[in-house]
């Protein structure tokens, strides 16, 4: 059986920004308060994180620090995906060397390429980096699906140990369970999605909605692997209209709002992408709110 990462809530922890660049001191309170609220593991420099429009050096910095703050309390897992195999691989190498328990590697994006390409894109990787990788499928913003068949032929390769699965697909996430078995464990990449993955075979979920209420999200996460499957149920129906609020507006525009407003310093995300609008993050403030006094 191969290494299994994390059980549970992973958080796709969202990257605070000021006029200096990345807000390293507003991180490490985030981190901190994310791991004394029980996550069990943290995801750096994700979609959430907004990889996209920061620099080497500022996303160098930002995983570094995570690793600092868990000091090997929770394992830290860095993005490093993008569409450029050469490119992915020397990024990875370096951010091999700061001390991170694994990578999730999204899938190409633009360039599109087909199945076959995916799986030398993702067998090029392995090769060259020792670390577990998740393989990370989000058509809706890439343009490209991992496909079940193409997974069979991934979760062959040692150091390819699980998928962030976020197509929507429940079918496709149940042929997949069915060919990969233990070779390839399964975490929910739609936080609306959770119990359904779990239930399919799931191992946890690396969430958005955990950046503003960690412990919350491993409870219900927990609650399912302990077998109590009404509660967890029930959590994860009371959290639909705040999951809902937070994807009212492209991911992470809506979570950048809630830390805002639970009184951390996280300012807005970065061009092209703008801060909520004045009545979306309303409705977030008040299903925050509701959430929270269950």
């Known amino acids: 059986m191969k290494k299994i990462l994390f059980k549970g809530c992973g958080t796709a922890i969202a990257t605070p920004f000021d006029e200096n660049g990345v807000n390293l001191k507003e991180f490490e309170r985030l981190l901190e308060n994310q791991i004394q609220n029980k996550v069990d593991s943290i995801i750096v420099c994700g979609t959430t994180g907004e990889a996209s429009t920061m620099t080497l050096q500022e996303k160098l910095s930002t ?9 090997g ?9 993008g569409n450029n195999t050469k490119q992915v691989i020397e990024y990875s190498k370096e951010v091999e060397k700061l001390g991170v328990d694994g ?3 999204v899938t190409p994006y633009y360039n599109k390429c087909t199945q076959n390409g995916l799986i030398e894109h993702y067998k090029m990787i392995a090769k060259n980096i020792t670390l577990p990788i998740i393989l990370y499928s989000v058509p809706g913003r890439t343009g490209v699906n991992i496909e079940p068949k193409t997974c069979l032929a991934l979760s062959k390769i040692e150091n390819i140990v699980a998928i962030k699965e976020a197509s929507g697909n429940l079918s496709q996430v149940a042929e997949i369970a ?3 078995g233990d070779n390839l464990s399964i975490y929910s990449g739609n936080d609306d999605q959770v119990l359904p993955i779990l239930s399919l075979g799931g191992i946890g979920v690396i969430s958005v909605l955990s950046n503003v209420m960690p412990e919350y999200t491993h409870t219900m996460v927990q609650k399912f692997l302990d077998g109590y499957i009404d509660i967890a149920t029930k959590m994860q129906l009371d959290a639909i209209p705040l999951i809902k609020a937070l994807f009212s507006e492209v991911n992470p525009i809506p979570v950048k709002a809630g830390l805002n407003l639970l ?6 995300p970065r061009l092209p992408l703008t801060k909520m609008t004045e009545e979306k993050e309303s409705i977030l403030k008040n299903e925050l709110l509701n959430l929270m006094q269950k």
């Open 178 to 180: 069915h060919l990969c």
């Open 63 to 71: 995983i570094q620090t995570a690793v600092k703050i868990s000091n």
């Open 103 to 105: 990578l999730l590697i």
């Open 73 to 81: 309390r929770i394992p830290i897992i860095a993005g490093t995906g």
């Open 263 to 268: 009184g951390y310093n996280y300012g807005i």
